[in-house]
């Protein structure tokens, strides 16, 4: 039997993220952005550095768009079972779209729809853990459950040295957005039943980096077995000094410091980093 996992592009993946996998397709169904009147596809043609200077030089709001039912729909070819992660459905309409197409899919049942609750890096973990439990042969019937089992036990912290396009596109509640702009502090904040919420309200780069590190112990207990994934836009100085802090404090199995692509530059900005495990 082949399988396909997709996601949409906020994971930050590539499509050639599993082609060492002989029996396991991979796909992304790309978000758009829309910056000074031109649309941006988030796909491979589409650099972080390209959206970030569309910013820097429109006074225009930008937006974003998730992927239409039917730019998942036809990503659904070419295997037996498929597998669609998506960004939090708090975030966007990405989930709502993927739940779309599987039942205009011939055989929906065929297909899994989940629900991040997070975005980028936490997405990335549940492709992984879905390429595990392909190879340990766990039924495609058992196979929903246990990734929904493994996304609960996923966490993101991330920093952000600016909230323009949460702000705008309101992806925050209005109180984050002002203690984020209003107050002089950096808040160290984190994923929250599928939305953005603050953990800790901190005044310094250097202190929010190490509240950043602390807070990973009290939220994942158990760090042996797990993966971390540091995900940076601009910002690879902060992000090896948080990886070096991890290595020395846990015992994930792997950190990873990764760029981010399009659509998690729109909303990290320069500077941000975000941190999932």
Do not use: W
Request: glycine share 6%.
């Amino acid at each position: 039997m082949k399988y396909k996992i997709i996601t949409d592009s906020s994971s930050n993946l590539t499509k050639d993220y599993l082609k060492n996998e002989k029996d396991i397709g991979f796909d992304i169904a790309p978000l758009t952005m829309m910056i000074g009147g031109k649309e941006y596809l988030d796909d491979e043609n589409t650099t972080s550095d390209e959206i970030l200077s569309a910013l820097n030089n429109s006074k225009e709001k930008a937006t974003s768009s998730c992927p239409s039912p039917s730019a998942f729909l036809d990503l659904l070819q070419g295997a037996d079972y498929y597998i669609i992660v998506t960004i939090s459905s708090k975030l966007s309409g990405s989930f709502n779209s993927a739940s779309v197409a599987r039942m205009m899919f011939n055989k929906p049942e065929n297909v899994i729809v989940i629900d991040s609750l997070l975005v980028c890096g936490a997405m990335q973990i549940l492709v992984d853990k879905a390429v595990s439990f392909i190879h340990e042969n766990v039924g495609f019937e058992d196979m929903e459950s246990k990734l929904l089992d493994e996304r609960d036990k996923n966490n993101l912290l991330f920093v952000l040295d600016k909230f323009d396009n949460f702000i705008k596109n309101g992806r925050i509640s209005k109180f984050v957005a002002f203690i984020a702009t209003a107050l002089k502090i950096k808040p160290l904040c984190y994923g929250k039943d599928g939305q953005i919420d603050i953990k800790e309200k901190i005044r310094t780069l250097k202190g929010v980096l190490k509240r950043l590190v602390l807070n990973i112990g009290i939220m994942c207990p158990e760090t042996k077995g797990r993966k971390c994934i540091i995900s940076h836009t601009k910002a690879l100085e902060s992000a090896n000094i948080l990886k070096d802090e991890i290595i020395k404090t846990y015992h994930f199995d792997e950190v990873i410091v990764e760029d981010n692509r399009g659509l998690c530059s729109f909303y990290a900005l320069e500077g941000g980093l975000i941190v999932s495990f």
